[in-house]
């Protein structure tokens, strides 16, 4: 190359060569963002799940047998329901309600989100607006029967509660 006033220095290749060094930067350059892009999709799909699981872990450890005082008396409902008396037992320290239940009746649960879900004790099954819920000390209970950790003096009782009276 000529240097001097009228012509400028090039320093870099002109030319067909040029032309193919560039194209191949730019194959390379793309190989190695779409490896970049596999990669962090790859992380993702890994990631996800595994935040999905100790999210779950930690929820349950934090619901698993947490000791709940008994709650207040809820508010009568209106319209009222009707109510069966199922089973009634006394609470024991360190057992949960559904622990008791399970050791003193015939009972089918379901899993939910929430814990065991009890739709059935001794052939009495909870459908078509009918449910089994549980009270402690004549209160219904406001957490799962998976969860409620009884004393001993408290009286557990399992109710079928009925649609609303019209």
């Known amino acids: 190359m000529m240097t001097g006033s009228h012509f400028p220095v090039c320093h870099f290749p002109v030319g067909r060569m040029a032309d193919r060094k560039m194209a191949d930067r730019k194959i390379a350059d793309r190989k190695m963002a779409d490896r970049k892009m ?3 999709k790859m992380a993702m799909k890994t990631a996800l799940p595994i935040a999905a699981l ?3 872990l ?10 709940v005082n008994a709650p207040k008396a809820a508010p009568a409902a209106t319209p009222a ?3 069966r008396l199922v089973i009634a037992y006394a609470g024991e320290d360190g057992k949960t309600a559904l622990e008791l239940l399970k050791s ?7 899993s939910s989100q929430l814990g065991e879900l009890v739709e059935e004790i001794n052939d009495v099954r909870s459908d078509k607006g009918s449910y089994l819920i ?7 209970a406001k957490t799962g029967a998976g969860n409620y950790l009884t004393r001993t003096g408290d ?3 399992w109710k079928l509660i009925g649609p609303k009276k019209n």
């Not at 003193?104 to 379901?110: E, F, I, K, N, P």
């Not at 549980?134 to 219904?140: L, P, Q, R, T, V």
Request: glycine share 2%; proline share 0%.
């Open 38 to 40: 596999a990669d962090r």
């Open 155 to 157: 009286r557990i009782e």
């Open 54 to 56: 100790a999210l779950s």
């Open 134 to 140: 549980y009270y402690i000390n004549g209160s219904m």
């Open 104 to 110: 003193r009746a015939r009972v089918r649960t379901s």
């Open 81 to 83: 329901r009707e109510e």
């Open 58 to 67: 930690t929820l349950c450890a934090c619901a698993q047998r947490a000791s």
